[in-house]
């Protein structure tokens, strides 16, 4: 809803992915950029050694799928870094001697469809975003443009980075989260930290 309210001439299909009639949702017209953001969580390393499940490690495979029926000039996938070591599960677990083998097919692939495939990993901060979150960027092309990368704008003998503080309404009245549980209380935070925080 919210991409919905910013976005109002989106066509918005709240569905499972391997359901849309790509055909029927392009009706005819070319594509110059798919841009793709699979599920990360069971690629982060932020998931930590939880089983992983092997139909949403899967779900870049739409890509190829747009790919080979409707050849988007541009694709751009992003992910999460670790998004490079995509390989077979075994047991609810990659497979530490196959790591990367599924990311490489994917790439080859995209190349055996006409596509000229490459990656980079991107800090936000070096391009004015205030995170400093990395992620992985991959663009296959099959314009006969040379895939671009842009140069930081940011940081060391550039423009400074950006804080998060410049984000932050700091007129919005917050209690501290350093307040003891009494004063907390006295103050009427909506719920006090527990003692082991």
Known sequence: SMHAANHPNTLHLCENVWDV???AVIAGRKIGLAWF???CKHFSKAKGG???EKHIRGLAWVALRWAGLVKPRVII???VEEFQTWGPIIDGRPC???KG???KRWCTQLRNLGYVVDWRELRASDYGAPTIRKRLFVVAR???QPIIWPSPTHGPGLR???TAAECIDWTIPCPSIFLTREEGRAIGAIRPLAEAT
């Open 21 to 23: 009639d790509i055909k």
């Open 37 to 39: 953001s699979p599920d």
């Open 50 to 52: 939880k089983p992983v």
């Open 77 to 79: 996938l992003e992910n």
């Open 96 to 98: 530490p001697r196959r």
């Open 101 to 103: 083998m599924t990311f």
């Open 142 to 144: 099959r314009d006969g």
């Open 160 to 162: 400074p980075y950006r």
